[in-house]
């Protein structure tokens, strides 16, 4: 049995996103993190606007990054997603900026939650949510 990939996607640097270093800078890591999630959630969703006419969405509630190498101008990387559901109303996602010749260039750990738009509270057992909305969970989880 072979290990299943997690989701990923390519994204290509573009000047306006460099520091004066001329290196990415560093709050754009994170915004192709949150690229990555929101294409991840939508590929997931498979056309599904279940949780979206349930007025629920996912909300980043923490992120941790490791930086490990620069990224420069014209490069392209990839950003992989990973969900590890848990017990609770949170899950984690695992996510590596990654250069084209296999360099990982950084590390983040997120912390998401599903919110109740109308209330402004986390709902419960987001797996579940996810899975009766009809979301690929294999496409989201190496795990499942």
């Known amino acids: 049995m072979t290990e299943r990939e997690p989701f990923r996607m390519q994204i290509k640097v573009r000047l306006y996103e460099l520091d004066p270093l001329g290196h990415l800078n560093h709050a ?4 192709y993190a949150e690229v990555a999630r929101l294409e991840a959630f939508e590929r997931a969703a498979r056309g599904s606007k279940a949780l979206e006419e349930q007025k ?6 923490a992120s941790n990054i490791s930086y490990r190498r620069e990224i420069r101008r014209g490069e392209t990387v990839e950003v992989t997603c990973d ?7 949170t899950f984690q996602m695992e996510q590596q900026i990654v250069k084209l010749d296999g360099t990982l260039s950084a590390e983040l750990l997120v912390t998401v939650g ?3 738009l109308e209330r ?22 190496t795990s499942e």
Do not use: N, W
């Open 83 to 89: 969900v590890k559901f848990g017990t609770g109303k």
């Open 114 to 116: 599903l919110m109740d």
């Open 28 to 31: 754009v890591y994170h915004s």
């Open 120 to 141: 402004r509270k986390l709902v419960d057992d987001p797996r579940g949510r996810f899975e009766r909305a009809g979301f690929d969970l294999k496409l989201l989880s």
């Open 56 to 61: 629920i969405a996912a909300v980043l509630l």
